[in-house]
């Protein structure tokens, strides 16, 4: 996949995260942690009492990055540090899929950055990656995240019971889909076109 990449939409930007990231990131997830915990994996029990470092995570990003294991992006918004969008659990193979998973910082929201960060990172994994399934996993609770893919028009297929471990508790979560098909002409030109609608 020739990691690492950086990708630019307007104000909105998906790069590699940097150990010299660690201050914004850490302002961005403190300033924003009552609003995210409720979305957070948490470790099931037993749980493991080792905690990653940020450095450490930025090291294994970079590496499952480099293996096309994932695609590990930190969003950009004007170039300030936004948030993070991850395509993991990717599969090659005759499956050629992947599971996208993205946080905002709370003061960003609802300016449009994750589903324009959505539509960047899906169009370079159908058009330059060649992968042909996408899924997102949400909460039912998580209105913010339900709203990105229902502007994207992701597909929804319906309840996974107890999927990810959340917040301290196994639980539901709604599942959404577009595989290559579904967008010939690209996500990024269909979200533009859907926001000059009349």
């Known amino acids: 996949m020739g990691w690492p990449v950086e990708l630019q939409e307007g104000p909105v930007g998906l790069r590699p995260l940097h ?4 201050r914004a990131w850490s302002e961005v997830r403190q300033r924003s942690e009552a609003w995210l ?8 029990p037993p749980a493991d009492p080792y905690t990653m470092s940020f450095r450490q995570m930025v090291r294994l990003h970079a ?3 480099r293996a096309d294991e994932a695609l590990p ?3 950009t918004y004007h170039g300030r540090l936004a948030g993070q969008l991850n395509v993991s659990n990717i599969i090659w193979g005759s499956a050629r899929m992947g599971t996208i998973g993205y946080w905002l910082d709370v003061d960003l929201a609802g300016r449009n950055i994750m589903p324009t960060a959505v539509a960047m990172a899906v169009d370079y994994c159908f058009f330059v990656c060649g992968m042909h399934r996408l899924e997102v996993n949400i909460r039912p609770e998580n209105r913010a995240s339900l709203r990105v893919v229902e502007k994207l028009g992701f597909r929804e297929e319906g309840l996974r019971p ?3 471990h959340i917040d301290g508790e196994w639980r539901d979560h ?4 577009l595989t290559a098909e579904d967008v010939p ?3 990024l030109r269909r979200w533009r076109s859907s926001r000059l609608a009349p």
């Not at 915990?37 to 099931?44: L, M």
Request: overall charge positive.
């Open 73 to 75: 992006w930190a969003v």
């Open 162 to 164: 107890k999927l990810l």
């Open 63 to 65: 590496a499952q990055g």
């Open 174 to 177: 709604r599942s959404f889909a």
């Open 37 to 44: 915990r409720p979305w957070e994996a948490t470790p099931p």
């Open 185 to 187: 002409e690209g996500l």
């Open 19 to 22: 150990a010299r990231d660690l």
